[in-house]
């Protein structure tokens, strides 16, 4: 089992940062690939971004690309997104998940989820 636990959300202005953590426990955080989804109200949960388990690969939905970057530390446990210049329509819950493997982090198969976490981005 792996136990996900998201931090990081608030409300911000458009154009402005937030950094998302998602803290990893129980089995070897290093061996799974992670991702980060989101859901806004009346909408289906979509994938946002995801890395694979060494950091060296990543992968962006294309409303995103250029604003967010994925990361993370292994000897941490935890994963990252950074989120620069917010829109109103990033507004959402935000979900990090695990899973065995890149592409099905990427093809939104994940094995384990965190509870989320709001952003709310509006002036």
């Known amino acids: 089992q792996v136990q996900l636990v998201e931090s990081g959300g608030g409300l911000v202005q458009p154009g402005g940062s937030l950094r998302l953590s998602c803290v990893a426990s129980?089995?070897?955080?290093?061996?799974?690939?992670m991702g980060w989804f989101r859901q806004a109200p009346m909408k289906e949960r979509e994938f946002v971004a995801a890395?694979?388990?060494?950091?060296?690969?990543?992968y962006y939905v294309d409303s995103v690309k250029g604003r967010f970057t994925i990361s993370r530390d292994n000897a941490k446990n935890t994963a990252y997104l950074q989120m620069n210049s917010l829109k109103p329509e990033d507004t959402a819950v935000y979900y990090c998940?695990?899973?065995?493997?890149?592409?099905?982090?990427?093809?939104?198969?994940?094995?384990?989820w965190g509870q989320g976490t709001q952003v709310t981005v509006s002036s």
């Open positions: 129980g089995r070897t955080f290093s061996s799974y690939a």
């Open positions: 890395i694979s388990w060494t950091g060296s690969t990543t």
């Open positions: 998940a695990a899973g065995g493997t890149f592409g099905n982090v990427r093809n939104n198969k994940c094995d384990y």
